[in-house]
């Protein structure tokens, strides 16, 4: 029994266009609506909310909104980036390119990983479509790991906000401390060669099916192939997507400033911990959390604290623990979270020292 829910089989359900023009045709259409749907779901819970009265700003009517729209655009970008990435890689050969990529400086990929991320907006949870492409298609596990930390942790509207709140100083220490934290720890998980550790349905997919047969593929077949990867993959953790989004609705924009301020002030010398400890069950962009870390700098919070409770809240959420405990495995998941979260916290006690 299929778990992919009836329309988006239907969706998904594989045509199959006689001719190369046809299947471009097909591409096109496909093309459109997408890009249509995520217009559509950029707009359209705010347009029914401020039709029915309702007052995003308040907790209630903003975890709904925040679930509705979140839910779609995760289950979208799935959608679109795993037929597009799987698209593409029929057009490859996946030993090919993982000897390729091996074969370069492993410092070269992970900056470029760690550049990718940057300029990819994605919130946590929104970079793992990318994610599980880049694994499917044989990128180094390091590399795309990078890439999952550094896409939360650093975008040009974040750096925006954050000059304007703390002043360049300041974001050029987040910046750089982000990704390099990112580049340093794609390294060690390329050093200890935990590729085994990724869910086997990844890999074994209809696209590496169809490269394995090797000869002349049609457009016609990788667009079948791609459409049958997308179908494995979301039927895999579409209900997992709702789930972790659902759990981050309730918690959305919940931070009890007041409590962390009293708390986690300058004379406590585990604030750091605290924070980071308690970012990683938020969920939130980095443009989300931005005011509240500013904020909490306003009523006195040290400066490294509130950068680590940043790093926290924004690369590490419960949300992205659900989903992408669908993908890898416990010791890997574990290392993941505990080696980022461990990093954060050493890069907060630092910024205490250098801005006291």
Not at 75 to 104: C, P, S
Not at 133 to 160: D, I, K, Q, R
Not at 161 to 168: H, N, P, T, Y
């Amino acid at each position: 029994m299929s778990l992919t829910p009836p329309k988006l089989r239907s969706t998904l359900r594989p045509l199959h266009p006689e001719t190369r023009g046809g299947a471009v045709a097909w591409l096109t259409v496909a093309a459109l609506i997408w890009a249509g749907l995520y217009w559509l779901n950029e707009n359209l819970w705010s347009w029914i909310f401020a039709g029915l009265g309702l007052d995003t700003s308040e907790h209630i009517p903003g975890a709904v909104h925040f679930f509705f729209y979140d839910s779609a655009k995760v289950l979208l970008l799935l959608v679109g980036m795993i037929f597009v990435i799987g698209l593409f890689r029929t057009a490859l050969n996946a030993e090919r390119v993982r000897d390729y990529l091996l074969g370069k400086p492993l410092a070269l990929a992970l900056v470029l990983a760690a550049a990718l991320g940057a300029v990819t907006p994605f919130c946590s949870c929104s970079s793992i479509p990318l994610f599980i492409g880049f694994v499917a298609a044989g990128v180094p596990l390091g590399v795309t790991l990078t890439f999952l930390l550094a896409s939360p942790l650093v975008n040009e509207v974040a750096v925006v906000m954050l000059a304007q709140s703390f002043g360049w100083q300041v974001t050029l220490a987040y910046v750089a401390s982000g990704l390099l934290m990112a580049i340093l720890l794609g390294a060690l998980f390329t050093r200890l060669q935990l590729e085994d550790q990724v869910k086997d349905f990844v890999r074994n997919t209809p696209v590496a099916k169809l490269q394995a047969e090797g000869g002349t593929i049609t457009l016609a077949r990788r667009i079948d192939a791609a459409q049958g990867e997308t179908r494995e993959i979301v039927g895999r953790v579409w209900k997992w997507v709702l789930v972790g989004v659902g759990i981050g609705a309730l918690i959305h924009g919940w931070v009890p400033a007041d409590w962390l301020a009293a708390h986690a002030g300058r004379d406590n010398p585990l604030a750091v911990v605290l924070v980071t400890a308690l970012g990683v069950p938020l969920y939130s962009n980095a443009a989300g959390v931005i005011p509240i870390a500013e904020a909490l700098w306003a009523k006195g919070m040290a400066t490294g604290t509130v950068l680590a409770f940043m790093m926290g809240t924004v690369a590490l959420s419960f949300p992205e623990f659900i989903l992408l405990k669908q993908v890898l495995k416990p010791k890997l998941l574990a290392f993941f979270f505990g080696s980022a979260a461990v990093s954060i916290m050493l890069l907060g006690f630092l910024f205490n020292l250098i801005f006291p």
